[in-house]
Nanobody
Framework: QVQLVESGGGLVQAGGSLRLSCAAS????????MGWFRQAPGKEREFVAD????????YYASSVKGRFTISRDNAKNTVYLQMNSLKPEDTAVYYC????????????WGQGTQVTVSS
C-alpha cells in the first residue's frame, strides 16, 4: 500500500518561505518520479514541480521556476518543496504525487497540505 503524507503547510506573509515535505512509504521509490501539484479555490489542479527519484532530474512550472526547489532525501524516502519569495497567488492546497519513472501519469496521491500566503 503506497502512502504519501504531506506536511509543512501553513500561513506565511508574501515574500516569505515554506518547506513542504512528502513522506513516501509502501514501496521502493527509486523507480518513481515524484511531483508536486496545487489547487487553488475555484481553479483546476496544476502542476508545480517534478523530480525523477533515480536521476534527480527536475522540472518546474514557469510560474514557480526560480522560486521553488524540489529535492529528495533517499535515506528518508522524502521529497521536499522549498518555496521562497511566496506570493498571494501561491495560495492553494499542495499535493504530492508519484508516477512510474517512464510514465507521465501520477498513480498515487497524498491528502494535501494548505499553504496560505497573505499580502
Amino acid at each position: 500500500q503506497v502512502q504519501l503524507v504531506e506536511s509543512g503547510g501553513g500561513l506565511v506573509q508574501a515574500g516569505g518561505s515554506l518547506r513542504l515535505s512528502c513522506a513516501a512509504s509502501g514501496r521502493t521509490f527509486s523507480s518513481y518520479g515524484m511531483g508536486w501539484f496545487r489547487q487553488a479555490p475555484g481553479k483546476e489542479r496544476e502542476f508545480v514541480a517534478d523530480i525523477t527519484w533515480s536521476t534527480g532530474n527536475t522540472y518546474y512550472a514557469s510560474s514557480v521556476k526560480g522560486r521553488f526547489t524540489i529535492s529528495r532525501d533517499n535515506a528518508k524516502n522524502t521529497v521536499y518543496l522549498q518555496m521562497n519569495s511566496l506570493k498571494p497567488e501561491d495560495t492553494a492546497v499542495y499535493y504530492c504525487a508519484a508516477r512510474p519513472t517512464l510514465s507521465y501519469v501520477y498513480n498515487f496521491w497524498g491528502q494535501g497540505t494548505q499553504v496560505t500566503v497573505s499580502s
